[in-house]
């Protein structure tokens, strides 16, 4: 059976496609958490607090609805458990437990509907971007906690500096070593309230010191999570780019640490239909492999067209002239592009590749010359 989203909505909709489930999931979601946010405002609450409740209500309707359907279809399939088990299950419970919970054991409507706001996690399960944030966290678990250590360090040292230096200047600001980590805390993570600030010269200077190693300290963790996004979004293009090129039946002869050099070289290239690659006299400094789809190579007498597997744009990067001919894609495809430096550098390594491009190019501009010349 093929594998279901986290997000994908119960098949049992029948003809709601999934944009209608999501659009309504979606308009649930805003609506209800902006009644919940109405609540909380006195004068909303006096004047529309029965039109809100139906709000949150009809809301929390359609998250039980969901949940059910879910668990219906579960059961036809036999993933109950899988789907109670998993991230959205658990965020799907969550959604439409709770509130009742609170209302049952007598806890006033509007401090109970301030649950909803766990509502706001199905955005969560939406966004993938989430799911490769907490893969990097696990992955770069040891250098965070290098960078989490060092302030707890700087921390409490700055803590103890200014409780000893200004505790007798300002007693009921750095007066206890609490006091002055509240003080290290808003420096250090450079938010400084100013509602604690130094007055002693030595005091200042410490404080210097400490919101500078606040500055340094966000640095090295901004690098750490943006170099652990690169790094996993490398990985990930480098997956999805080896199964392409594995696919190419003209790559998939070469030995394996060939295919894995290739793979790093090769950029992806999604295309709608009709969309023009190469154009005819434009200098060329890229040749692609077909990977999906189709395209069609303007020459005369008659168009010619390559399909997956096939290549093109060899002439330009071999005789280092202009595009021999205008190439289009004939529907919506997707081509590996692979550069010039790339291709110099590649096939100095293996020379058999080289060849085999260079001789189905000599075949191209045989079969050109040999066409009988097309009618007027
Ligand atoms: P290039 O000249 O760089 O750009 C246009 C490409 O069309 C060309 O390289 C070839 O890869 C391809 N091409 C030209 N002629 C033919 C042909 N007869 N058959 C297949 N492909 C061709």
Known sequence: MAQRNVDDPPASLGPYGPGTYHILKYSALALGLAAMMAMTVPTLRADWSPWLATCLWCCFGFFVAELALKLWQGAHTGHVMGYLLSGTGAIDILAIVPVPLALFAGVPPDTAWLFAALWVFKLAAAVPGLSMLGRIVSLEARPLA???????????????????????????????????????????????????????????????????????VFGLLTGILATGFAAEHRRREFIRNWDLVTGVPFLRNLDAPAIIELT????????????????????????????????????????????????????????????????????????????????????????????????ESAKRKTDVKAAPPAQP
């Open 264 to 359: 790093r070289m090769l950029r992806r290239l999604d295309l709608p239909e009709r969309s023009i690659v190469v154009r005819r006299g434009r200098p060329g400094d890229c040749m692609y492999f077909i990977a999906h789809g189709e395209v069609e190579v303007k020459v005369e007498p008659q168009p010619v067209r390559l399909g997956p597997g096939s290549f093109f744009g060899e002439f330009a990067l071999l005789d280092g002239g202009p595009r021999s001919a205008t190439v289009t894609t004939t529907m919506a495809s997707t081509l590996l592009v692979l550069d010039v430096t790339d291709f110099r550098a590649f096939t100095a390594h293996h020379p058999a590749l080289a060849q085999a491009v260079e001789m």
């Open 146 to 216: 290098s960078v989490f250590i060092i302030f707890l360090i700087i921390l409490l040292l700055a803590g103890v500096a200014l409780h000893l230096l200004e505790r007798a200047a300002q007693p009921d600001r750095f007066g206890s070593l609490p006091m002055s980590l509240w003080w290290a805390v808003t420096t250090l993570s450079t938010t400084g309230y100013g509602d604690a600030v130094p007055e002693t010269f030595f005091g200042r200077m410490v404080a210097g010191a400490v919101m500078v190693c606040g500055l340094a």
